[in-house]
């Protein structure tokens, strides 16, 4: 088997859905498998795999041990030569995985392979390409200066190496996954991805970047921005520091310092006000039960002509493949403040965010 996607769920059961609908449609022509792991989800996300998703397989943790540990049980099930390492609240088009495996037979030396990134709305997330955060780099972002923090002398259309990924998506061959330890369990969320990104590079193996390949990441559905997240992720930062840095007085300092700012200084953005004005959907078809949920404001047109601010979208899945549906939040003119919805196929909801930062939005059709 070539390919098996890792899929960690944790009470995202719509995204979830939107998700294995994109991957199952990416996976068509290859020999592959996609593992859920439910980390003991409160919601209906497992009836929902295992009604929807009969080809999935579904692994029920009893608890919620954490982001590493559930990644590891799914790729310790995997049967595939190369593991990704895929968030549920993302979105990939059609044509991803086989892209990124035929980039990966002509490297050598491959560690982990990404992607460029971007959020429900279209804009670029520098996190998915990032440099090793030394002390001094980690204090930068704090400060915000976030320049050496994130990988900013490569185009984010460009491939090259490069050093540090985000766990929302993460492919790599599972002999290396396995040879590097895969996921440090010392780590419950934030952080983990840093880890094997680094332990990768130490075993001497190249990570790169593929930035003509484009995947959506809600983001906030799994790294909500609030105290909690800040704590957790300048604690995972510890652990890494004391992993792999060498201890001296100022290093140990700095990264105290790190650790209890980082928390306070970290920027608490309230969600705009971005109610629509106006509505449209882009599709080849009348929803009678879209229309009358949007009163009647609701224009159909089959093609995306226009930006308009102040103008929701919503992205027919029945009419648009999830490869045009990123390429049209791709080309979302700059500080434009139309937003994005996506009604997945043959399902009756729309589902998107606003913004990377709060959790998005799911409106149900029934």
């Known amino acids: 088997m070539k390919l098996s996607v890792i899929i960690l769920n944790y009470n995202v059961r719509h995204f979830l859905e939107l998700c294995l609908k994109s991957v199952e449609a990416a996976l068509i022509d290859l020999d592959a498998e996609i593992i859920v792991v439910d980390n ?12 929807n998703f009969p080809n999935v397989i579904l ?24 593991v990704c390492i895929l968030n549920p609240d993302t979105v990939v088009a059609e044509d991803t995985f086989t892209r990124l495996l035929n980039l990966s037979e ?25 440099n090793i955060p030394t002390p001094l780099v980690a204090m930068k972002k704090i400060m915000g200066l976030s320049r050496s923090y994130y990988v900013s002398n490569l185009n984010d259309k460009g491939t090259a190496k490069v050093p540090i990924f985000v ?5 790599m061959p599972k002999a290396i996954y396995l040879e590097v330890g895969g996921f440090d369990e010392d780590y419950f969320m934030y952080g983990e991805d840093v880890d094997l990104s680094y332990k990768v590079l130490l075993a001497g193996y190249d990570n790169i970047y593929h930035g003509s390949t484009t995947v959506i990441h809600y983001k906030g559905e799994s790294t909500l921005k609030n105290e909690v997240y800040a704590q957790r992720f300048y604690g995972a930062m510890q652990i890494f520091y004391e992993k792999h840095f060498k201890s ?15 928390p306070i200084f970290q920027r608490h953005e309230e969600p705009r006000d971005l109610k629509p004005l106006a ?60 937003t994005f919805k996506i009604l997945p196929k043959n399902s009756n909801f729309i589902i998107g965010s606003n913004s990377s930062k709060y959790r998005g939005e799911v409106i149900s059709l029934n």
């Open 279 to 338: 509505y449209q959907l882009i599709s080849n078809h009348d929803y009678p039960n879209l229309k009358t949920r949007f009163q009647g404001k609701l224009k159909v047109t089959p093609k995306m002509e226009t930006y308009e601010n102040r103008t929701e979208y919503i992205l027919d899945n029945n009419y648009l493949d999830f490869k045009s549906i990123i390429e049209i939040l791709s080309n979302t003119p700059k500080n434009c403040t139309a």
């Open 167 to 171: 766990g929302a998506f993460m492919l």
């Open 106 to 130: 002509l490297k050598n030396n491959l560690g982990i392979l990404s992607c460029r990134l971007i959020d429900g709305q279209g804009r670029f997330l520098p996190e998915c390409k990032r």
């Open 248 to 262: 001296n007085i100022i290093f140990d300092s700095l990264v105290w310092l790190g650790t209890k700012l980082g």
């Open 59 to 82: 692994i029920e943790n009893k608890e919620n041990s954490g982001f590493s540990v559930g990644n590891n049980i799914g790729v310790k099930k995997a049967k595939g030569e190369f």
């Open 40 to 51: 003991h989800s409160d919601d209906d996300s497992c009836l929902m795999v295992k009604s």
